[in-house]
């Protein structure tokens, strides 16, 4: 059993801030867990603006403080996501986060990250996996 909290991972490596400045991530389980996903706790901060496409990934994301607008990149649609609303990259979705507030949510995403990723120039995170540890 696994017992932790987000402040028990703050300002370690785990607590990850985007090299773009818009966000930040602590990701409370990662690929060494082993159980088949990532689960972290996201800001996106007020005001800026963030593209991400998860070609390698499937992200699952619960808003639970603040407002953004959601775009799909593919289709141009729009979503207003708020506390409660929970938006699920189920087709690899291109997609831009414009926060109007600090947006804060906990999202899940599998295959799990390692912790080390980063959005490339595309918005995408690379695959990562553990090293085999036997």
């Known amino acids: 059993m696994i017992v932790r909290s987000f402040k028990d991972i703050e ?13 930040e991530s602590k990701r ?18 007020a005001g800026t ?8 990934h499937i992200e699952a994301v619960l808003c639970v403080e603040g407002e953004a607008e959601l775009t799909n990149e593919e289709t141009g649609e729009k979503h207003w996501i708020s506390p409660g609303t929970m938006y699920l990259l189920n087709g690899h979705e291109k997609h831009t ?9 906990v999202c899940v995403f599998n295959p799990p990250v390692t912790g080390r990723e980063d959005h490339d ?5 690379p695959l990562l996996t553990e090293p085999d540890e036997s």
Not at 32 to 43: A, D, N, P, R
Request: hydrophobic content about 30%; some cysteine; proline content about 2%.
């Open 11 to 23: 300002n370690t490596d785990r607590h990850i801030k985007s090299q773009s400045g818009t966000w």
């Open 97 to 105: 986060m414009r926060p109007k507030t600090d947006f804060r949510c």
């Open 121 to 125: 120039e595309n918005g995408v995170y």
């Open 49 to 56: 603006e963030t593209t991400m496409w998860y070609a390698n």
């Open 28 to 45: 409370i389980v990662l690929a060494k867990e082993k159980v088949g996903f990532s689960l972290h706790e996201t800001i996106l901060y």
